[in-house]
């Protein structure tokens, strides 16, 4: 039976693609942040502040900022608080209609 899982496995491993995608970002403000923070995180929550909460915020607030890039707006765009405060939350509204007509009419 191991024998048998190895096999497949290894097969697997050759037929299916395999894609590695490595981009460059320029994160040395968030590392000023973090160290000037990193004491006083680790005093309240008891735990080391990693860059983790800051490229999930990342992740969060980019679908909200440029809804043109994607029409994952329409979902972000009912949370305009995530944004940056450029948006006021009907700019945030009709931004997202717009997309996702424009989207649907598209396709």
Known sequence: MRIKIAEHM?????????????????????AQMRERNKAAFQANYGFNLTYLPFITRAVVVAPVSYTHLSNAGCVAGSL????????SRSAARS?????????????
Request: aromatic residues 4%.
């Open 10 to 30: 290894v097969l697997s491993k050759r037929t299916s693609a395999h894609v590695t995608t490595i981009h460059r970002v320029d994160m040395t403000a968030v």
């Open 80 to 87: 305009p608080e995530a944004n940056s405060g450029s948006f």
């Open 95 to 107: 931004s997202c209609s717009e997309t996702c007509r424009f989207s649907n009419s598209a396709g």
